[in-house]
T-cell receptor, first 110, second 115 residues
């Protein structure tokens, strides 16, 4: 399993774009990058997943450079309700041993 | 509605009194997993199961047991709970080791306090 490193916390203001970068130097050829979001006292929920280049859905974008040693989750125009912990996972996260790590705590201020 | 359910949601118990936290999913998922969450440590995997009668240890299995006798259920057993097992527990399920990886669906959590 590839080890991931994320910032422990980030602050932002409503309406700003937030970028959270995750580094995963030991990513393997078949590994995908998956991001989850967790609100207090709730289970994590899937946000976005990608293998290379850029992926966009209705919630976020995921940027993955060519070497795939890092990835950036981009949240456009955040609101107070985006205050949560964001986890970056690498590997076969749906079927084997899974490592979530400590995640990045995002706090959005008014 | 597709969901993962856990019971109980809250439990206060005493050291040494055996307890079971149940987990059930209605999505016919093969893979199920248990996590614990403690402040500053994120989610740590306790055990996971890739199918009926197939279980394996995660990162923090000590003090826990699991069983997978039916596809939909994956109970977490604490034979002799201790205060260091006070935590928030989550059960999750997914289809299994697919490519790309399948989403894990999480239950609402069980907050356990061991006195």
């Amino acid at each position: 399993l590839a080890k991931t490193t994320q910032p422990i916390s980030m602050d932002s203001y409503e309406g700003q774009e937030v970028n959270i970068t995750c580094s995963h130097n030991n990513i393997a050829t078949n590994d995908y990058i998956t991001w989850y979001q967790q609100f207090p006292s709730q289970g994590p929920r899937f946000i976005i997943q990608g293998y290379k280049t850029k992926v966009t859905n209705e919630v976020a974008s995921l940027f993955i450079p060519a070497d795939r040693k890092s990835s950036t989750l981009s949240l456009p125009r955040v609101s107070l309700s985006d205050t949560a912990v964001y986890y970056c996972l690498v590997g076969l996260t749906g079927g084997f041993k899974t490592i979530f790590g400590a995640g990045t705590r995002l706090f959005v201020k008014a | 509605e597709a969901q993962v359910t856990q019971n109980p949601r809250y439990l206060i118990t005493v050291t040494g009194k055996k307890l079971t936290v149940t987990c059930s999913q209605n999505m016919n998922h093969e893979y199920m997993s248990w996590y614990r969450q403690d402040p500053g440590l994120g989610l740590r995997q306790i055990y996971y199961s890739m199918n009926v009668e197939v279980t394996d240890k995660g990162d923090v299995p000590e003090g826990y047991k699991v069983s997978r006798k039916e596809k939909r259920n994956f109970p977490l057993i604490l034979e002799s709970p201790s205060p260091n097992q006070t935590s928030l527990y989550f059960c999750a399920s997914s289809r299994g080791p697919t490519l790309p990886p399948d989403t894990q669906y999480f239950g609402p959590g069980t907050r356990l306090t061991v006195l």
